[in-house]
Structure formats: structure tokens, C-alpha cells
């Protein structure tokens, strides 16, 4: 038997969050080492552990990933989470990248400045509103099933229930004109593995903040 993936990343959401959430809805367990000093890094960096220099980087089945989009779809595809066919999976990514793109504006707010974070709430209810949530909606509407590819849970629905919560985080009431949304997240909240993560005490992160800023800049030798 494999041992559990290991997980190198920093104490925070940021990228890797989606690999936390993608794992625990599979019901993998995992390890994580959390990057605080400049010296692991270099480890990691010696080892010759960081294709491209970058974390995340996750060690699973023998093979030390990079590149979160890769370490994604390999995990959902280990897990039957990924499709049955090569058409579902262009659904699956289509998808997926929606709420990368969604959950990519909501992770850049921490790191900026009240003026900038003002700006920043407002795109991301319109971007929410108007050009993401629809889709999904509509999707849910379409094929009138539980999840987006119908029957079939897959990664799709995963992220997309990480992409809810965190919009969310930024306003409560974003989902007000999305009933069927609404009730996707009720249920997918239900899904015991998932319950479970989003259970205090789990290795889900909370929002980032300032310190992590500070820490990758340790890590990184920035200014
Ligand atoms: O998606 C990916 O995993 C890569 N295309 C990007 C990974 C990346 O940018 N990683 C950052 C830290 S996490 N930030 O978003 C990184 O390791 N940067 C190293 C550096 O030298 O800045």
C-alpha cells in the first residue's frame, strides 16, 4: 500500500486548498509540511523536489507533483472523479476553470489595499452574479439531477461548493438569486466526507491574512 499523499505547501489556503478540498471529498487522508523558513525551501530545492521551483507540490504514489491543475486532475481521475468519457471530462474542465477563474480574484483580496479590496468586492458579486453562478444554475436546471454532470459526483461539484463558500465569505447573500445553487450546497455540505472537512478541526484553512504574506516572503527571499 502507498502512503498517504504529502502535501508541501504553506500553513494557508492559497492554491492548494482545492487539492484539500478535491482529497478530503475522495476520503484520502493526508499529510501536509507547512513552508515556514527559507531552509525547507532550499531543501526541497536541493532535493531537486520542485519541478519548476514552485510549490504546491504534492508526493502521491511515488511521484512528487507539480502544477496544481496537474495534481488535480490526477487525483480526480485516480478517484472516478473525472468523468466516464473524454466528453464529460471537457465538461469537467470547462467547469473546473470557471471556478478557478471565480476563486482566483477571491484569493488575490487579501493582499491588497482598502481602496483595491473596495474595487475588488464589487467584481467579484458581478463577476459571481452575472457570469458564474448562471452557469451553474443553469446547468443544475438543465439536467435537473444533483450535481453537474448529472448522477455522477465529480470534481466539478467539488470545486464548485469551494467556490460557493468562498464567495460567500465575501457576501453572505450572494447566493440569494440562485435557489438551485442554494440547494447544490446544502446537499454537497451533506456528502459525509465533506462534512466532515467542513467540521471545525479539519485541515481546511482559514481566509488568508497579512502574516501569510509575510511568510512566503521569508520563504522566497522577497524584499
Ligand atoms: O498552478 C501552479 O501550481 C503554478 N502554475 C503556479 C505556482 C506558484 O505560483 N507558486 C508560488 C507560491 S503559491 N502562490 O501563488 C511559488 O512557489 N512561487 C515561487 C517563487 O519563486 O516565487
Known amino acids: 500500500m502507498a502512503g498517504k499523499p504529502k502535501l508541501y505547501y504553506f500553513n494557508m489556503r492559497g492554491r492548494m486548498e482545492s487539492v484539500r478540498w478535491l482529497l478530503a471529498a475522495a476520503g484520502i487522508e493526508f499529510e501536509e509540511e507547512f513552508l515556514e523558513t527559507r531552509q525547507q525551501y532550499e531543501n526541497l530545492l536541493k532535493d531537486g523536489f520542485l519541478l519548476f521551483q514552485e510549490v504546491p507540490m504534492v508526493e ?7 502544477q496544481t491543475r496537474a495534481i488535480l486532475s490526477y487525483i480526480a481521475a485516480k478517484h472516478n472523479l473525472y468523468g466516464k468519457n473524454l466528453k464529460e ?25 482598502p481602496e483595491e479590496k473596495e474595487r475588488n468586492l464589487r467584481l467579484i458579486s458581478e463577476r459571481a452574479t452575472k457570469r458564474y453562478f448562471p452557469v451553474y ?25 469551494e467556490a460557493i463558500l468562498m464567495t460567500e465569505e465575501k ?25 466532515k472537512f467542513l467540521q471545525p478541526g479539519s485541515q ?14 521569508r520563504v522566497f527571499n522577497r524584499k
Request: aromatic share 6%.
Open 171 to 195: 457576501g453572505s447573500t450572494i447566493l440569494s438569486q440562485f435557489p438551485l445553487l442554494q440547494a447544490f450546497k446544502t446537499r454537497m455540505s451533506d456528502i459525509p466526507t465533506i462534512k
Open 137 to 161: 444554475e443553469k446547468v443544475l436546471k438543465d439536467n435537473g439531477q444533483h450535481f453537474l454532470l448529472g448522477n455522477q459526483l465529480t470534481w466539478a461539484d467539488v470545486q464548485l461548493l
Open 89 to 113: 471530462r471537457a465538461l469537467i474542465d470547462m467547469y473546473v476553470e470557471g471556478t478557478t477563474d471565480l476563486m482566483g480574484i477571491i484569493r488575490a483580496h487579501f493582499k491588497l489595499s
Open 60 to 66: 502521491i504514489d511515488g511521484m512528487k507533483l507539480v
Open 204 to 217: 481546511r484553512k482559514p481566509p488568508s491574512d497579512k502574516k501569510d504574506i509575510a511568510v512566503a516572503n
